[in-house]
């Protein structure tokens, strides 16, 4: 049985983040996958695709490694587009196959519980692959935050954000947010803390410093949001590579006693590049669980988090390798008992996937959902359903990632949609 591949194509559009898909073809048949964003995966398109025609689909692991030994000068990016056809592969076979790719994987979990990124009092803005905001005839409707940038030439996250605070980020709206996000079904809300308080000087933020004025102010955020949701939702923060080592241990400190399930990314440790010894020495002083991996690539780097104290893995598989290497991943953090709740904050497409690796992660807590304000998310796919309802996505029977693009919907809002 051979399932040759006859076409490849890659397709970008601007929604709440970029999102990149693929399309592999063979025959009547294709998988479509999503890559993660970075800057130029479009152009990236005929240069894999003459690598992949001819390939049989089955052939799973010697696609991987050509599509490695292909890219091995030229970084991390193309992570992004091998994890996008790996999920695409999947994708394809399970349609050959007639069967979900939780299946093929031999995942027992029909249920993947969600936890929903809620940002602050609104949602979060759009913003492109070079994370500077964009915006969107949606986005003018949406419940979204306008009012929280100062210039739009400086990326949304990091030191660099030139912010300013409003009643979007005091204590009384992330807690009304939170309690609608509990109301909606969630047992699991993540906040940023990243974000402007009434005192922020930007000298400090340069430094990735905090005044115990602003370290005050995000404990009496998470103090309003435990209050509002009790005690059987669990609450996380991010943080977004911000903060110096000094700094992320005074917040560690201030937070404790709220029993976070974790603070994601206090400092610049895991970005592009890693410093694992930063690691140690931040999870040596806090006692609340460090999470951190959506910036990592392949089980190798998951592999020297071992030694870092680091409790939690957020890999992202539309970037760090597809659902093969989601699924060794999963199974690493198994071995160890360390959480598995990958980071996600793709289309409904990358969003499948994550479900479907984490229907075999034996030490699985949630899969991330960052789409909540955006007012298409679910329209853009068929068959037509709600994929989370009450916190939770169901896996289907339906054969390979369980749903469609749909290409009406997708070219009324990218006319020039064309995969």
Avoid at 60 to 85: D, F, P, V
Avoid at 289 to 295: D, K, L, Q, V
Avoid at 324 to 351: F, K, M, Q, V
């Amino acid at each position: 049985m051979e399932l040759r591949i006859t076409d490849f194509r890659v397709y970008s559009v601007q929604a709440n983040f970029e999102w990149t898909f693929v399309r592999v073809y063979s025959g009547e048949y294709y998988g479509t996958g999503e890559a993660g964003p970075a800057p130029g995966l479009r152009g990236m398109g005929d240069s894999f695709k003459r690598l992949l025609l001819g390939e049989d689909a089955f052939k799973m692991n010697r696609i991987e490694q050509k599509l490695r030994y292909a890219t091995l000068y030229s970084g991390t990016t193309t992570y992004h587009i091998i994890s996008a056809i790996n999920i695409a592969l999947y994708d394809l076979l399970g349609k050959y196959l007639n069967l979900p790719i939780y299946k093929l994987l031999g995942g027992d979990r029909q249920e993947i519980p969600v936890y929903v990124d809620a940002h602050g009092g609104k949602g979060l803005e759009a913003m492109n692959a070079l994370h500077l905001p964009v915006n969107l005839p949606w986005t003018e409707k949406a419940e979204v935050e306008k009012d929280r940038l100062v210039t739009t030439n400086n990326p949304i996250h990091g030191r660099l954000s030139m912010e300013k605070w409003n009643e979007d980020y005091s204590p009384e709206s992330y807690a009304k947010r939170a309690l609608r996000m509990k109301s909606e079904g969630y047992k699991a809300i993540k906040f940023d803390l990243d974000v402007p308080t009434p005192y922020i000087d930007l000298r400090r933020v340069r430094s990735g410093d905090l005044s115990l004025k602003d370290v005050n102010y995000m404990a009496e955020i998470v103090r309003s949001v435990r209050e509002a949701v009790g005690d059987d939702v669990d609450i996380m923060v991010d943080l977004h590579w911000r903060y110096n080592l000094n700094t992320a241990i005074r917040i560690c400190k201030a937070l404790e006693q709220y029993r976070l399930r974790w603070i994601e990314d206090p400092t610049p440790a895991v970005m592009s590049v890693t410093n694992y010894d930063e690691l140690r020495i931040l999870t040596s002083q806090c006692s609340t669980p460090i999470e951190t991996g959506e910036n990592l690539y392949t089980v190798y780097q998951f592999k020297d988090l071992l030694d870092t104290g680091i409790r939690v893995w957020a890999p992202d598989i539309v970037k760090a390798g597809g659902i093969s290497e989601g699924r060794r991943i999963a199974e690493l953090a198994s071995i160890y008992d360390i959480e598995y709740s990958p980071h996600n904050i793709a289309s409904p497409i990358g969003t499948l996937a994550h479900a479907h690796v984490a229907s075999i992660a034996n030490t699985l807590g949630f899969v991330e959902f960052h789409g909540h304000d955006l007012p298409f998310w679910n329209e853009i796919i068929k068959p037509k359903r709600k994929i989370i309802e009450d916190g939770v996505i169901k896996l289907t029977e339906d054969p390979g990632l369980g749903v469609e693009l749909d290409e009406e919907v997708m070219r009324k809002y990218w006319p020039d949609y064309d995969l």
